[in-house]
């Protein structure tokens, strides 16, 4: 029993090293390659100053981004409790949090957040 088990462990071991030589060898992976070698910085150059100016912009994008976003994840369970709960009362909550996030919206395109070009 013993040996039975000792043969497929190194048959196991000497065929996944088999195998991980000839991806090795047979991979066309070059080193030389800019592009796949230097980290991904959000289309910042990662070379340069880290000390550079950030774009206000991205941030309020990303800020309204998070904002909508949220708004889903809370307005999703309210669709599940319509059956359970007054439809009146489901009804003005619901409309009461829509009507606060389009003022929100509405003074976020009032004061040109939304604008992106200058």
Same mark, same amino acid.
């Given at each position: 029993?013993?040996?039975? %088990?000792?043969?497929?462990?190194?048959? %196991?071991?000497?065929?996944?090293?088999?195998?991980?030589?000839?991806?090795?060898?047979?991979?066309?992976?070059?080193?030389?390659?800019?592009?796949? %070698?230097?980290?991904?910085?959000?289309?910042?150059?990662?070379?340069?100053?880290?000390?550079?100016?950030?774009?206000?912009?991205?941030?309020?994008?990303?800020?309204?981004?998070?904002?909508?976003?949220?708004?889903?994840?809370?307005?999703?369970?309210?669709?599940?409790?319509?059956?359970?709960?007054?439809?009146?009362?489901?009804?003005?909550?619901?409309?009461?949090?829509?009507?606060?996030?389009?003022?929100?919206?509405?003074?976020?395109?009032?004061?040109?957040?939304?604008?992106?070009?200058?």
């Amino acid at each position: 029993m013993i040996l039975i %088990t000792l043969t497929i462990v190194m048959f %196991t071991l000497i065929l996944s090293t088999i195998l991980m030589l000839l991806s090795l060898i047979l991979s066309k992976k070059t080193l030389l390659d800019r592009e796949k %070698t230097s980290p991904f910085e959000c289309g910042f150059d990662p070379k340069s100053s880290a000390r550079l100016p950030f774009s206000l912009r991205f941030f309020l994008i990303a800020v309204i981004f998070l904002i909508f976003d949220v708004e889903i994840a809370l307005i999703m369970p309210a669709i599940i409790i319509q059956s359970s709960s007054n439809p009146l009362n489901w009804l003005f909550t619901l409309m009461f949090f829509i009507v606060i996030l389009l003022l929100g919206l509405y003074h976020e395109w009032n004061q040109g957040a939304l604008q992106w070009a200058d």
